[in-house]
Nanobody, 120 residues
Framework: QVQLVESGGGRVQAGGSLRLSCAAS????????MGWFRQAPGKERERVAY????????HYADSVKGRFAISRDNAKNTVYLQMNNLKPEDTAVYYC?????????????WGQGTQVTVSS
């Protein structure tokens, strides 16, 4: 499996921006699609965005479409989530996950999470 470590979370006012990073180590990073998920208190974990192993395919939840952008740098074994025009409802713990390359479903490797708090 691949080991994942997120960074870049924090507190920001509504309308602000944050960039999350997820650094991978272990098995070949390019074997995996990658996804960002989030979980707010009292809510189920939801998928925010995913990107294919090559970076050619991306997909976003409707709630973040047009505001968030996922990207990856396979040379650096890192996936990013650029979050713009943040809203209080974006407040959650954000997790990155390695995805099965064919099905784009979680492979079992998750990061520890990074807190994002958006104040109004």
């Amino acid at each position: 499996q691949v080991q994942l470590v997120e960074s870049g979370g924090g507190r920001v006012q509504a309308g602000g921006s944050l960039r999350l990073s997820c650094a991978a180590s272990g098995r070949a990073f390019s074997n995996y699609g990658m996804g960002w998920f989030r979980q707010a208190p009292g809510k189920e974990r939801e998928r925010v965005a995913y990107i294919s192993w090559s970076g050619s395919i991306t997909h976003y939840a409707d709630s973040v479409k047009g505001r968030f952008a996922i990207s990856r740098d396979n040379a650096k074994n890192t996936v990013y989530l650029q979050m713009n025009n943040l809203k209080p409802e974006d407040t959650a713990v954000y997790y990155c996950a390695a995805l099965n390359r064919a099905t784009m479903t979680p492979s079992g490797s998750w990061g520890q999470g990074t807190q994002v708090t958006v104040s109004s």
